[in-house]
């Protein structure tokens, strides 16, 4: 069978619209359940008042996301893609449930049980966090940059989706007994029917779409190994003609290492952008403001304005005259984002609520811009296997940045008496 014929080429454009609503909704699965927890903070908070659950949570997540994303980004060119984020998916969703299964074995009660046992969950989370996002950015970076910026702006919605359910359960329950439980209860339940239909969606529909069909043999005629699982499930069961009679270095791609070395400063762009977004969203949002005129629903309000303007940011470079492609500029915007740590922390002690809702938002927005900028431009120029390689590189310093800053949001409580 060979993929440059007729055929194969008319599958480019089939079904990309349904190619880029799945990928928005595999991206929104892939944090759906952590942003649940994240989310809920005010019932985490009430429960566990000692343990300050919203940085002890996102610390015992980000080195399970890293080491697990880090060790398969390794041994990507040797991974079964479609194994791997079967089993995040899966993951998550057997996760979700145990928080349910959690609070109803503990009645709800709190104690250093239960929350080692939240812990072990979050922990959970952080392992399937590890298999997805690096990868599906793998699996999308060689096919259209689109599918990249759905996928990103899944994530994002995924924040924002948690933080109205959030909003409408507190003003449901507020008044009644129980009420910040119940809210939770119902938040993982729906997470945990988000996560089976992410499970349907990975295994059964997005490999037999066309034009993913089209992008994954491409992929496997240029040498790569991680999409024959995918092909096969799609009806593939040979590879495509790769040409290698023709031209013997058509199969040759450049190592890890050499991807690194070409794209430094992309890795160290998404590194700092969370290691400056996690350094102050959600621990400092959630536990350093102060105390305002919203009372409980302030913390709330911060983290959902970040989430709203984190996804608005994530559709921003669909303009094109707004994507920022420099790649000096890129790190210019990425090094002048550090001006938040000072903004924040005087707005936190001498500003009102106004401003510090816009310095939230202004937070989510760069965030979410800037990533889609470097996911989406870094993959051009090279072949489907170095393309998956790279987005799993990328993703790993990602990760790294989260668990960076996650450490330094801990610096706000310096001279606080904790």
């Not at 910040?180 to 029917?193: E, H, I, N, P, W």
């Not at 938040?340 to 707005?347: C, E, H, K, L, R």
Request: with cysteine.
């Amino acid at each position: 069978m060979s993929f440059r014929t007729a055929n194969w080429q008319a599958m480019e454009k089939q079904g990309k619209f349904t190619a880029l609503f799945i990928s928005w909704l595999l991206g929104n699965g892939s944090l759906f359940s952590w942003n649940s927890m994240l989310t809920i903070e005010d019932y985490y908070a009430n429960l566990f008042p000692k343990y300050h659950p919203t940085r002890v949570l996102t610390l015992v997540y980000q080195p399970f996301a890293l080491v697990t994303t880090a060790v398969l980004a390794y041994h990507e060119a040797k991974t079964n893609t479609r194994l791997r984020n079967l089993a995040g998916y899966i993951l998550f969703f057997v996760s979700s449930l145990a928080l349910v299964v959690l609070d109803v074995a503990t009645s709800g009660k709190g104690g250093i049980g239960a929350f080692i046992g939240v812990c072990i969950v979050s922990a959970a989370f952080g392992t399937a966090d590890g298999h997805v996002q690096g990868g599906m950015v793998g699996d999308l970076s060689l096919m259209s940059p689109e599918f990249i910026q759905s996928f990103m702006a899944g994530l994002a919605a995924s924040g924002t989706l948690t933080s109205a359910l959030r909003l409408i359960t507190k003003a449901a329950f507020d008044g009644s007994q129980d009420g910040l439980r119940k809210g939770a209860t119902l938040f993982f339940a729906v997470s945990a029917f988000f996560e089976l239909l992410c499970v349907f969606l990975y295994a059964f529909v997005f490999p037999k779409l066309p034009i993913v069909k089209y992008y994954r043999a491409k992929a496997a005629s240029e040498g790569s190994r991680t999409v024959a699982a995918d092909l096969a499930a799609a009806g593939i069961e040979a590879l495509p003609d790769t040409g290698t009679e023709e031209d013997p270095k058509r199969l040759e791609r450049l190592s890890n290492k050499q991807l690194l070395a070409q794209n430094i400063d992309y890795a160290i762009d998404i590194y700092l952008i969370y290691v400056l977004t996690l350094s102050i969203f959600p621990g400092f949002l959630s536990e350093d403001t102060g105390s305002h005129n919203l009372g409980s629903w302030y913390a709330l309000v911060l983290i959902a304005m970040y989430n709203v303007w984190d996804l608005i940011g994530r559709y921003v470079p669909l303009i094109k005259c707004l994507k920022l492609t420099s790649r000096k500029g890129l790190m210019a915007a990425t090094l002048a984002r550090f001006l938040f740590i000072p903004a924040f922390y005087f707005t936190s002690k001498y500003g009102a609520e106004g401003w510090m809702i816009m310095l939230t938002s202004v937070l989510g927005l760069t965030n979410g811009y800037l990533t889609v900028c470097v996911l989406t431009d870094a993959p051009n120029g090279y072949k489907g296997p170095e393309q998956n390689a790279l987005g799993n590189l990328l993703v790993a310093f990602l990760i790294a940045g989260l668990f960076s800053g996650v450490a330094l949001d801990w610096l706000w409580l310096i001279g606080k008496g904790w």
